[in-house]
Nanobody, 125 residues
């Protein structure tokens, strides 16, 4: 299994970014696919998830209303669109996959078996 994130970079506050996560070795529609982030000196933080069933999405309060997670089954990829970026959004963003059969909270990193290498997002003020 391989998850490869892309789309990170440097953006000014108020701007937008769309991160991509290309999956191989798993089918994203059969997994809960989440985004986490880890800022400098901080613990890994849940950003949001898209479920395997119906493609429902859930978001952390810190990004709710600014972030949208979507999925392209044909491309076997998931995306994180974030608008109105703030300096506190600066972090390495990770894509993660959890099998449908696995329980636990969507916001718990331990739920996820597969992780990408991360992509850096830097928001300048």
């Amino acid at each position: 299994v391989q998850l490869v994130e892309s789309g990170g970079g440097l953006v000014q506050a108020g701007g937008s970014l769309r991160l991509s996560c290309a999956a191989s070795g798993l089918t994203v529609s059969n997994y809960a696919m989440a985004w986490f982030r880890q800022g400098p000196g901080k613990e890994r933080e849940f950003v949001g998830v898209i479920t395997w069933s119906g493609g429902r999405t859930y978001y952390a309060d810190s990004v709710k209303g600014r972030a949208t997670i979507s999925r392209d089954n044909a491309k076997n990829a998931v995306y994180l669109q974030t608008n109105s970026l703030k300096p506190e959004d600066t972090a390495v963003y990770y894509c993660a996959g959890s099998p449908a059969s696995k329980g636990g909270s969507y916001s718990d990193p331990l739920r996820y078996d597969y992780w990408g290498q991360g992509t850096q997002v830097t928001v300048s003020s």
